[in-house]
Nanobody, 118 residues
Framework: QVQLVESGGGLVQAGGSLRLSCAAS????????MGWFRQAPGKERKFVAA????????YYAESVKGRFTVSRDNAKNTVYLQMNSLTPEDTAVYYC???????????WGQGTQVTISS
């Protein structure tokens, strides 16, 4: 089973940018689809973005399309989430996840806090 560690969260002003990273352990990282989810206080965890193992297919929630970009470097066992034009509504704990089959995510990181001030 893959283990995931997120980093890169922090406090930024509205309109700013952040790049989250998720480092994965395990030899089969390159075969997994990877995803990003977020959970705002008092709300359910929601899908943000995902990327297939080859990096050729990416998926985004409507709320982040055109602002966020998911990418991966299989040589570094790392997946990234570049977040631009951030708004206070993007404030949440962001989680990285791995899917061995399709987009059925089964392994999760501990999360990284992202806070956007107005």
């Amino acid at each position: 089973q893959v283990q995931l560690v997120e980093s890169g969260g922090g406090l930024v002003q509205a309109g700013g940018s952040l790049r989250l990273s998720c480092a994965a352990s395990g030899r089969t990282f390159s075969s997994y689809a990877m995803g990003w989810f977020r959970q705002a206080p008092g709300k359910e965890r929601k899908f943000v973005a995902a990327i297939r193992w080859s990096g050729g297919n990416t998926y985004y929630a409507e709320s982040v399309k055109g602002r966020f970009t998911v990418s991966r470097d299989n040589a570094k066992n790392t997946v990234y989430l570049q977040m631009n034009s951030l708004t206070p509504e993007d404030t949440a704990v962001y989680y990285c996840a791995a899917a061995e089959v399709g987009l059925n995510f089964h392994s999760w990181g501990q999360g990284t806090q992202v806070t956007i001030s107005s």
